[in-house]
């Protein structure tokens, strides 16, 4: 039973690049969350999707931030035009429902603006 | 809105106990949570209190005060592969949906 999969693990972009993090929940999981860590600091929540829905993205930036979970495939989180200060670990849980507290964390991407 | 508070960091030996506080402010509780992160890792969950009262799974338990809006993690027989950030969470549930809202963390070194 293969837990929380994240993909790429490091991820390098340029200024002004387009970064794609991809999450695959574990399996029998339908509500998964992202989280953005920036060194040294806690774990901000930004999106929590279910399955073609977005439920609350109340901690995503207003702009160039976006992300999906579709039918089929993993959940997105995509940024738009990467700037310096999107550099940070992307980490994605995973929960079987409605969870008081039980979060399956992925290992993180962690995303390098250059 | 929530937030939660808890030390930046504690520093204790091989062997010894350490307590690591959180307190925390929320509209409406439904419960408070530990997670443990390695340097580089991935969140791992450790323990949950709904009610009041001390609940132990090996050398970790967590405490809760409902009363006193704080809850305390415990580590006991510390030993070097403890060193690691801890977080306590509470659940959000603004605007009606529900979501983990973390500490900031606090970090803990075990020395020789």
């Known amino acids: 039973n293969a837990g929380v999969m994240q993909n790429p693990r490091h991820l390098v972009r340029r200024r002004g690049q387009e970064a794609r993090l991809r999450c695959s929940p574990m399996?029998?999981?339908?509500?998964v969350y992202w989280y953005r860590q920036l060194p040294e600091e806690g774990l901000k929540f930004m999106v929590y999707?279910?399955?073609?829905?977005?439920?609350?993205e109340s901690g995503m930036p207003k702009e160039r931030f976006s992300a999906e979970f579709p039918k089929e495939g993993p959940s997105i989180l995509r940024i738009q035009q990467v700037v310096r200060g999107d550099s940070a670990a992307y980490f994605c849980?995973?929960?079987?429902?409605?969870?008081?507290?039980?979060?399956?964390f992925g290992s993180g991407t962690r995303l390098t603006v250059v | 809105g929530q937030s939660l508070e808890q030390p930046s960091e504690v520093t204790a030996v091989e062997g010894a106990i350490v307590q690591i506080n959180c307190t925390y402010q929320t509209s409406g509780f439904y419960g408070l949570s530990w997670y443990q992160q390695h340097d580089g890792g991935a969140p791992t969950f450790l323990s949950y209190?709904?009610?009041?009262g001390l609940e132990e799974t090996g050398r970790f338990s967590s405490f809760l005060s409902r009363s006193d809006s704080y809850g305390y993690l415990l580590l006991q027989e510390l030993q070097m592969k403890d060193s690691a950030s801890y977080f306590c969470a509470v659940r959000d549930q603004s605007g009606g949906y529900n979501k983990l809202i973390f500490g900031a963390g606090t970090r803990l070194a075990v020395h020789p």
């Open positions: 209190n709904a009610l009041d």
């Open positions: 999707l279910q399955k073609e829905n977005i439920i609350d």
């Open positions: 849980a995973s929960s079987p429902r409605d969870s008081n507290y039980g979060y399956t």
């Open positions: 399996k029998g999981h339908s509500h």
